[in-house]
């Protein structure tokens, strides 16, 4: 390794020192990975995200710029090729910078409505959320009518032409478990229970992201030696994963590839069938989103590369089946629940008729797609709903996001400031749940919400739009529209219904109690997926 003049110009402190060499360290394993016999220079700057490298590669000959030697330049790195004449490759990156205590907690910029619609919002919020509602569903008719569901062909070849042969290796087996991000959602809650699951059935476990970000979860990863993150989201193009997957997969082992929402590992599928065709395939999805079908219709666009498409939802295995005509036997159903006992009762739901007082949670995320403002505007219409029949209100708000500011102004604006508590995303939330009465959910999709079966778990009652599949976990009285005036006043009909009708409210539970064991009656994801997990770990040919 060569390491240039200009680049030793520049004092540092120790800490900004170790830091600059981990940072480099990460991204030198992943380009050597990539380009094993190459002649790599990589051209280092010091960058000023927190979060992305803006990675530049240059396959040849690259002669250097201006632009590339900038006040932010920190020097030139480079790792001979194999042999004197080995092509070139350039690697022009820069270093982010460590992130700022705000940046820990948040990088997205607060939200703001649109400067033509300020207005609006500032005088009723309710009716500029009715307009953004309206662009949305204008939004998912127009990308409906664009976005074909077109599976793309996969032939199988002829048997006159032999497919790739597996390479012996001495490593056990590995699995690639590619996730959108290290963040708080249940994408990503599965994704670290299929982490787990991995390691358990004997898999060593190889974690990679799409979508670079703080990945504030990767401390939690298990700390075990089995268990690598691959900061790709950071220094990687994605045009260039599928070639880094090919050499990772032949490096360690893979046996098993399973995406959850990571998109360049779709992109990489035409590369693993066609050269290391003995790599099993999965994938997870979860939620049809709005615009133009979400990760679900990416799925089914690749299904004929999949060997397996995991779903979470009854409504999913319709989708694929519907839509792309997916064989039943490619799709698999296995709920995010863990198996309880099968004698163990129904959860008790706390809410009474005539009740004297009432806690309502609210849990999500401070993004558009759980619809904050609208769970402020039904909190300020339950408290008035509260008042006029001497019940003692009283609500929680958890999560964080670029929402958080606006609801706080706005829990103010409507003096809440002191019915309404907001706690971190970090909250106990099953013990918020234990005394709550009821959870809303006033989301504009949602796959079938975790926090539902969490809430009915520690008997309190949720409401939630109609959407997604929800209707899998609540009664239909419990659902209410998505059209945001509809929404509020629907909430507090079912609310006040059940205040008043003693025998509605009973049906309510009994709905609840029937639709929790339908689901607790279908299978698992760990029960679906650990058996795949056990195949590929026993899977050792070749070794």
């Known amino acids: 390794m060569q390491m240039s003049l200009t680049a030793s110009s520049k004092p540092v402190d120790s800490a900004a020192s170790d830091y600059l060499w981990n940072q480099v360290a990460e991204l030198r394993d992943i380009y050597e990975l990539l380009f094993p016999t190459q002649h790599i220079r990589y051209l280092l700057s010091e960058g000023e995200d927190a979060v992305w490298s803006k990675p530049q590669v240059t396959e040849g000959v690259h002669v250097p710029r201006p632009d590339d030697l900038g006040a932010n330049f920190l020097g030139m790195i480079e790792r001979p ?81 032999s497919k790739a042969p597996r390479p012996d290796s001495d490593k056990r087996p590995a699995a690639l478990i590619g996730m959108h991000w290290l963040e708080t959602g249940g994408a990503e809650k599965l994704g670290f229970d299929t982490i787990r699951w991995a390691l358990e059935a004997g898999l060593r476990v190889i974690v990679v992201a799409s979508v670079p970000s703080i990945q504030r979860l990767a401390d939690k990863l298990p700390d075990h030696p089995d268990v690598i993150f691959l900061r790709l989201d950071r220094w990687l193009p994605h045009h260039l994963w599928p070639r880094f997957v090919e050499k990772l997969v032949l490096k360690e082992n893979v046996t098993l590839v399973h995406n959850h929402h990571c998109g360049p590992l779709y992109d990489s599928l035409p590369m693993l069938r066609s050269r290391l065709p003995w790599v099993k395939t999965v994938d997870s999805t979860h939620i049809v989103e709005h615009v133009d079908g979400g990760y679900p219709r990416t799925s089914g666009v690749w299904s004929n590369y999949l060997d397996v498409q995991h779903v979470i939802s009854g409504e999913l295995v319709s989708y694929f089946q519907n839509q792309f005509a997916a064989p039943s036997g490619r799709v698999v159903l296995g709920r995010m629940l863990d198996r309880g006992r099968d004698d163990a009762p129904f959860p008790e739901l706390r809410l009474q008729a005539g009740q004297k ?52 102004r706005l829990l103010r604006r409507y003096g809440l400031g002191n019915k309404v508590v907001q706690l971190p995303g970090n909250t106990d939330v099953p013990a918020l749940l234990q005394r709550s009465d009821l959870l809303i959910l006033p989301s504009s999709n949602e796959g079938l919400a975790l926090v539902c079966y969490e809430a009915i778990g520690n008997g309190c009652i949720p409401i939630s739009t109609d959407v997604g599949s929800q209707n899998e976990v609540l009664p239909d009285d419990l659902l209410v529209p998505l059209e945001p005036h509809a929404a509020v006043r629907q909430t507090v009909f079912a609310v006040d219904r059940m205040w008043h009708d003693n025998g509605f409210l009973k049906r309510q539970k009994e709905g609840l109690a029937e639709r929790w064991r339908k689901l607790s009656a279908d299978p698992t994801a760990e029960e679906v997926l650990k058996p795949i997990y056990r195949a590929a770990a026993e899977d050792m040919q070749g070794n």
């Open 81 to 161: 090729g194999l042999r004197d004449d080995s092509p070139e490759v350039t690697v022009r990156i820069s270093i982010p910078r460590p992130p700022l205590p705000s940046e820990i907690k948040q990088t997205d910029a607060p939200w703001r409505p649109q400067a033509r619609l300020g207005p609006v919002f500032s005088v009723r919020p309710l009716a500029y959320e009715y307009i953004r509602y309206r662009a949305e569903m204008f939004r998912k008719w127009r990308f409906q009518r664009r976005h074909g569901n077109a599976v793309l062909p996969f032939g199988e070849g002829t048997s006159l032409l």
């Open 357 to 408: 007082s009432l806690h309502v949670a609210f849990v999500g995320r401070m993004y558009y797609q759980k619809r904050p403002v609208i769970a402020v505007e039904t909190l300020r219409a339950l408290d008035a709903w509260a008042r006029k029949h001497g019940v003692e209100f009283s609500a929680t708000m958890v999560g964080e996001g670029p929402f958080e500011g606006a609801v706080t």
